[in-house]
């Protein structure tokens, strides 16, 4: 008799919000990932924006304010894409991210209007690859599910350094993740086409499996009630259904339904409360409800929602938030391109917006954790307390309350609940404070108010840096180089792969008897498809370098252990080159890597498989100095900036710093990067710290500090980037204390603003490239264009091109040089002095010249702009004016109205970014 029983929720109607109502102001785009791109808490809605590559995440709040109107902000969460977020069942506030970048990110939220903070609570490193799924444990606090590339990882937030349990790897790609209500479960589908259900804290291969799913396109699974689960994909005839599973039993489905055919997946939300199942595909303008039963029918169909817009994603309002009075049961939120549009879902009752319809509203889950982590991971099992949603017997939670202020002075919209990141019973487990180094962007809807000074606005935004927005942008395909044939992509990991100077670009071919072409920069576009003049060097390139202080010069370290020099004409290649102006040797195997002194003409330092360092007199040919002390391969060397000290970094894991002219071995010598799989060094802040870049015992890919005068000491400060098998190569610049790597094989560049004191790393906007580059060297600082603000720009070598990029610092006042940016540079391409001499003893240092034009006005002497009033004559208003011209004088009109402009406000003097600029 069960199919006869009448359902309450069987008249459920979708009533979709007023035009007035939606939350505009949105930007979603369309990404690749397995999130649902949009979430609620019982206060705050976050979604994926395309703004900055989809690293930003839009916020807004779930109920408007006391205009009727939301606010958005964006707040920069990651430097890859937000592949999916989620808010802690216990704190409003709590917003949990995963990205592509292979971090989580837990943030602290408050209210849209309100500043949001500039640094994650917590963030994890599971070091498996992009990822792409984060769900919260539904009992217990600060615990995460999170789905990499092909194995689910269960987290307990205050133990950041590993996971509880890794499960077992799937065999293809993870498409989502599910716990149950109770929190004993965890199931999953996958690309494989296998359900899985796990106990995590059992045993870490599944208690049940089975091969059931039809196709291996994009799947969803979610617990419903009691043992099932429902799915949603795409059959044998790629046609979108439902399917009803026994949880207990995987290998037939309870029941199925077809969908619409369409190649969007279908996104499915389920409330345990009604037994209401919500199924909403991507691309598509209708919403399907369901009603879920443990019996027969199982799936019956409840309504058909139609939207006039294309959903892009979508996610239920807690039952807390809900409207009960008006008979509301359920709520979602549709994301679509350009906003977001509530649908509230209603039983029709008589006396509806009168009265409380318990028979509507079971008990539901409250918002105090059952039990903490660590208690759940030694097997508790207790449930969360059921609250009632009667408006009058709802808890009313105390606020948070900062010492010396009252209740309604704390901002509005902040989390008030306990934190999930501390555990009921232990406060030893709090999440950790804030780390100063991070630098994620805070909401774009922050204004300080005019009597703050700008003191006051730095302790709020804690430490920051001007160069935070900085922008990577490939110049216009005018100045490419292109239709590059036969190069060589398997140059050895201590090679950049090419080198540049002011003049020219040498490229190392995939052509017998180690070939190198030679473009001149200033002759960009499409080379011709016949045979290229080359440099003949006879054997394989090992490693090669412009001489600093002669563009004509190319040093070339070939795999016979001999070192060439070679003489370029003026004017570029113009025939093929065999014969070298200069044949150095001495090493007794394959050389590594060649450098340059950067004071001394003719000064060159070379390391070998056979573990030495040799320094080189090029004006004479002869070996001078041959350093001692290395174990195994030398992995990277760099010159100190005066050009008395080298440091290397070995396989051995030992940082070294050489005083060459005083001994052979070292004269320091501390442990560096674990790894062994490749790493680099360089000299920082005026030669006081050494960047060591390599990776850890993980594999992960890592950047360290060290202090040159306490090499033993160890690294003082350290950040991770992620898991990939290039090593990250550094570009220092020493004017702005900007350091910028990446890796060959690589598409994004990191980009960080060393300070000498802690957090020592302050993280920048990244930079991401269309398609993996080869290489990335950087050219001399007089070829940056001041005027744009660029303070860097380097040359991407790609597939078949050459491309410049150029790293530029946003600024409003663009017409000023900005001196602030800008300071003197040194002119390291001509030589401090000569070989001979600093053999001898003798030590130089460059001069240095100023990079502002001479046409352009420093910012520093920019004259405070301060509006005045404009009192027109009467018999002005009595002339015939055109329409363009009132429309002026209205508006200034209006300025003049809106306050004291004789006394502008303390943020006129700020520097800033152009408006359109904090999309980025």
Avoid at 204 to 230: E, F, G, M, Y
């Amino acid at each position: 008799m069960n199919r006869f029983k009448t359902s309450k929720f069987k008249n459920t109607t979708p009533r979709i919000a007023k035009k007035d109502e939606w939350i505009s102001d949105v930007s979603a785009g369309s990404f690749s990932s397995q999130g649902n791109r949009i979430k609620a808490s019982s206060k705050l809605v976050a979604f994926n924006t395309d703004q900055a590559g989809g690293g930003l995440v839009g916020l807004t709040s779930v109920t408007p304010g006391s205009n009727g109107q939301r606010t958005v902000a964006q707040i920069s969460c990651h430097a890859d894409l937000v592949t999916d977020m989620d808010f802690s069942p216990f704190d409003a506030g709590l917003l949990a991210t995963c990205s592509a970048d292979e971090m989580v990110k837990l943030w602290h939220l408050c209210d849209p209007e309100q500043e949001q903070p500039s640094s994650p609570e917590v963030t994890l490193r599971p070091g498996q690859g992009r990822l792409e799924l984060l769900h919260f444990h539904p009992t217990s606090s600060g615990l995460l599910a999170v789905g990499a590339a092909r194995s689910p990882l269960i987290w307990d937030t205050s133990r950041q350094d590993a996971p509880l349990a890794a499960l077992e790897q799937h065999g293809d790609q993870l498409h989502s993740l599910s716990w149950k209500q109770d929190g004993s479960l965890l199931a999953s589908s996958s690309k494989d086409k296998m359900l899985r259900v796990f106990d995590p804290r059992a045993q870490l291969t599944p208690v049940q499996s089975a091969k059931s799913l039809q196709n291996n396109k994009d799947s969803r699974i979610l617990w419903a009630k009691d043992d099932l689960l429902v799915t949603t994909g795409f059959d044998m005839m790629r046609g979108r259904e439902v399917r009803l599973w026994d949880s207990r039993k995987l290998s037939s489905s309870v029941n199925s339904v077809s969908l619409s055919s369409s190649s969007g997946i279908v996104i499915p939300l389920f409330d345990e409360d009604t037994g209401l199942l919500l199924l909403s595909g991507m691309g598509d303008s209708g919403i399907d409800c369901f009603e879920v039963s443990s019996s027969e029918p199982f799936l019956s169909q409840v309504s058909h929602c139609l939207t006039d817009n294309s959903t892009r994603g979508v996610a239920m309002v807690p039952k807390t938030a809900l409207d009960v009075m008006s008979c509301e049961v359920m709520r979602v939120l549709q994301l679509t391109n350009s906003c977001i549009v509530p649908i509230s879902y209603q039983v029709p009752r008589k006396h509806s917006g009168q009265e409380f319809h318990e028979d509507l509203y079971p008990d539901t889950v409250g918002t105090t954790p059952a039990m903490s982590a660590e208690e759940w991971w030694q097997g508790g099992n207790q449930q969360v307390e059921k609250v009632s949603l009667h408006p009058d017997k709802r808890p009313k939670p105390a606020a948070k309350q900062t010492p010396g202020k009252k209740e309604s002075d704390q901002p509005r919209g902040c989390s008030t609940s306990s934190s999930p990141l501390t555990t009921p019973s232990s406060s030893s487990s709090a999440a950790p404070s804030r780390s100063p180094s991070s630098t994620s962007g805070l909401s774009s809807g922050f204004v300080p108010s005019p009597s703050q000074s700008s003191k006051n606005i730095q302790s709020l935004l804690g430490t920051a840096s001007k160069f935070r927005h900085i922008q990577g942008v490939v110049m216009h395909r005018d100045t490419h180089i292109t239709n590059i044939r036969n190069l060589n992509l398997t140059t050895p990991g201590e090679c950049d792969g090419f080198c540049v100077n002011s003049q020219r670009v040498a490229v190392p071919l995939a052509i017998s008897g180690g070939q190198i072409a030679v473009f001149e920069r200033s002759e960009p576009g499409r080379l011709p498809d016949t045979a290229l003049p080359t440099i003949q060097n006879s054997v394989n390139v090992a490693d090669m370098c412009w001489d600093p202080f002669d563009p004509h010069t190319l040093a070339v370290a070939g795999e016979d252990a001999k070192i060439r020099v070679w003489r370029v004409p003026k004017g570029g290649l113009k025939e093929t080159i065999t014969d070298p102006e200069l044949i150095v040797q001495g090493h007794t195997e394959k050389i590594y890597s060649i450098k340059y002194h950067p004071l001394a003409s003719g000064l060159l330092v070379s390391s070998s498989y056979d573990l030495t360092v040799r320094l080189w007199n090029l004006e004479t040919g002869e070996q001078v100095r041959l350093l001692t002390g290395h174990q195994d391969q030398v992995f990277g060397m760099a010159w100190s900036p005066d050009g008395k000290l080298l440091a290397t970094v070995c396989k051995d894991g030992k940082v070294r710093i050489y005083d060459p002219r005083k001994s052979t071995a070292p004269v320091q010598e501390g442990a560096g990067p674990e790894g062994h799989r490749g790493a680099r060094v360089v000299w920082v802040c005026e030669g006081k710290y050494l960047l060591v870049s390599g990776f850890d015992s993980r594999s992960e890919r890592g950047v360290y500090l060290f202090s040159a005068e306490a090499l033993s000491s160890g690294p003082i400060a350290s950040t991770f980037v992620n898991v990939s098998p290039s090593t990250l190569i550094p570009f220092y610049d020493p004017d702005t204390r900007v350091v910028i790597l990446t890796g060959k094989g690589d598409t994004r560049v990191y980009v960080y603003e060393l300070v000498p004191e802690d957090p020592y790393f302050i993280e920048c906007s990244s930079f991401n490239s269309s398609e993996p580059h080869k290489g990335l060297v950087f050219l001399p600082k007089t070829e940056c264009n001041v005027r744009d603000v660029e303070i860097a720009v380097g040359l991407m070598l790609t597939k078949t091109s050459i491309e410049p990029v150029a790293f530029r610092v946003p600024r409003v006042k663009k017409e000023f040089f900005q001196d602030d940016v800008y300071t003197d540079t040194a002119v390291w391409w001509e030589p401090a002095l000569a070989a001979s001499a600093w053999l001898s003893g003798s030590n130089g240092q460059h001069r240095k010249i100023s990079l502002k034009p001479k046409d352009m006005t420093p910012v520093s002497e920019a004259p405070k702009e301060a509006p005045v009033r404009k009192y027109l004559p009467s018999s002005v208003y009595l002339e015939e004016k055109t329409d363009e011209q009132k429309k002026d004088e209205l508006l200034s009109a209006m300025v003049a109205k809106l306050g004291n402009m004789d006394d502008p406000l303390p943020q006129e003097s700020f520097e800033g970014v152009d408006e359109d600029e904090w999309d980025d």
